[in-house]
């Protein structure tokens, strides 16, 4: 699955940034006994600014269907970059 998350100010630059991430899951049968709606879980990783060049530890709310949990995310790229100001 894919979905596209946004930083509302970059810590290293200040501006928006909204990335492409592809996320990976996992069967979690546990979870899908507990909720039939979606859920909302927090992921932190490395995101990339692409204003400075430089990498941050961010964090994102992702939503999950019943029974899946996250095994891992990658940062495809960058969709959209706003300055500051803009």
């Known amino acids: ?18 990335y492409n991430l592809k996320v990976e899951t ?6 899908r006994k507990l909720s039939l709606r979606q859920r909302r879980r927090k992921f932190a990783g490395a995101f990339f600014c692409p ?16 029974g899946e949990r996250i095994s891992g995310v990658t940062v495809v790229g960058v969709e959209k970059d706003v300055p500051v100001g803009a």
Do not use: I, W, Y
């Open 51 to 66: 204003v400075l060049g430089k990498q941050f530890r961010g964090s994102a709310t992702l939503l999950l269907s019943p």
């Open 1 to 18: 699955m894919h979905e596209v998350v946004n930083t509302q100010n970059c810590p290293l630059c200040g501006a928006l940034h909204t």
């Open 26 to 31: 996992t069967p979690d049968p546990d979870t």
